[in-house]
């Protein structure tokens, strides 16, 4: 296995590249690579490059780089989600697993029924932990493009910034009107998507009308309530199947 390091400074024409302090601190202490290893740079914006450990210090670890190689395939479908503030570790739990199947970007929603209350996501800690989350499923999966995490913000706010064609607010099967995921001619054509998941209690009445007024359609996965932060998961799976996107 060769191991791969985020490098968002690395540029086009770059030879050599310093690590940020978390990249230099688990090639050197964790992994314990001396220099002459081999490894991979990716700059979290679709760059993969080949590369060899120069130095190992803890403090700013430094690659030489040489020619790009081919990272995992960006999905074909650009999928933005929108999910509910979760307590944390349920929802770096769903980020992880959305970013290991491909979401574009991941919109932190303030809900009326979130059980995390708006102070707590206020300070710039918990969206630097997001993000290095998202660096981490990144690495994991393959994937050279890091997701962005947005700024919490309300349903309103998510769907008034929002430019996809195509929404998608998944809900309970108990939501009236909420038609089911399954099979449908025109999911081939789709080419962006909003994919919105609510919190534990759910989405409240006036949310699910507030996103059928924005043009979302409200569908469920079937008889079964799923729990919040599985839901993602499975929602992602089963749109990127339908998509021919797996």
């Given at each position: 296995m060769v191991h791969r390091f985020y490098a968002p400074g690395m540029s086009a024409g770059a030879t050599r590249v310093v690590l940020?302090?978390?990249?230099?601190?688990?090639?050197?202490?964790?992994?314990?690579?001396?220099?002459?290893?081999?490894?991979?740079?990716?700059?979290?914006?679709?760059?993969?490059?080949?590369?060899?450990?120069?130095?190992?210090?803890?403090?700013?670890?430094?690659?030489?780089?040489?020619?790009?190689?081919?990272?995992?395939?960006?999905?074909?479908?650009?999928?933005?989600?929108?999910?509910?503030?979760?307590?944390?570790?349920?929802?770096?739990?769903?980020?992880?697993?959305?970013?290991?199947?491909?979401?574009?970007?991941?919109?932190?929603?303030?809900?009326?029924?979130?059980?995390?209350?708006?102070?707590?996501?206020?300070?710039?800690?918990?969206?630097?932990?997001?993000?290095?989350i998202a660096v981490a499923s990144s690495k994991q999966s393959g994937r050279a493009t890091v997701p962005a995490v947005h700024e919490?913000?309300?349903?309103?706010?998510?769907?008034?910034?929002?430019?996809?064609?195509?929404?998608?607010?998944?809900?309970?099967?108990?939501?009236?009107?909420?038609?089911?995921?399954?099979?449908?001619?025109?999911?081939?054509?789709?080419?962006?998507?909003?994919?919105?998941?609510?919190?534990?209690?759910?989405?409240?009445?006036?949310?699910?009308?507030?996103?059928?007024?924005?043009?979302?359609?409200?569908?469920?996965?079937?008889?079964?309530?799923?729990?919040?932060?599985?839901?993602?998961?499975?929602?992602?799976?089963?749109?990127?199947?339908?998509?021919?996107?797996?």
């Amino acid at each position: 296995m060769v191991h791969r390091f985020y490098a968002p400074g690395m540029s086009a024409g770059a030879t050599r590249v310093v690590l940020d302090g978390v990249e230099s601190v688990h090639l050197a202490r964790v992994l314990r690579l001396r220099p002459g290893s081999r490894v991979r740079a990716f700059d979290g914006r679709g760059t993969e490059r080949e590369a060899r450990v120069a130095t190992a210090h803890p403090k700013g670890a430094e690659l030489d780089l040489f020619d790009p190689v081919g990272a995992a395939p960006e999905a074909r479908v650009h999928v933005e989600l929108g999910l509910g503030l979760l307590k944390a570790d349920r929802f770096d739990a769903a980020l992880r697993d959305a970013v290991m199947l491909g979401v574009a970007a991941v919109h932190p929603l303030l809900t009326e029924r979130s059980d995390v209350p708006a102070g707590a996501v206020a300070s710039g800690t918990r969206r630097e932990r997001w993000h290095r989350i998202a660096v981490a499923s990144s690495k994991q999966s393959g994937r050279a493009t890091v997701p962005a995490v947005h700024e919490p913000a309300g349903l309103r706010a998510c769907l008034a910034a929002d430019r996809s064609p195509t929404r998608i607010l998944l809900a309970e099967p108990s939501v009236a009107g909420a038609e089911p995921l399954q099979a449908d001619a025109g999911w081939a054509a789709v080419t962006q998507a909003l994919v919105l998941v609510g919190p534990e209690g759910g989405w409240t009445p006036g949310e699910v009308g507030l996103a059928r007024a924005g043009g979302c359609r409200v569908m469920s996965l079937g008889t079964r309530t799923l729990r919040a932060d599985a839901a993602p998961l499975v929602a992602l799976s089963v749109l990127q199947f339908l998509w021919g996107d797996l």
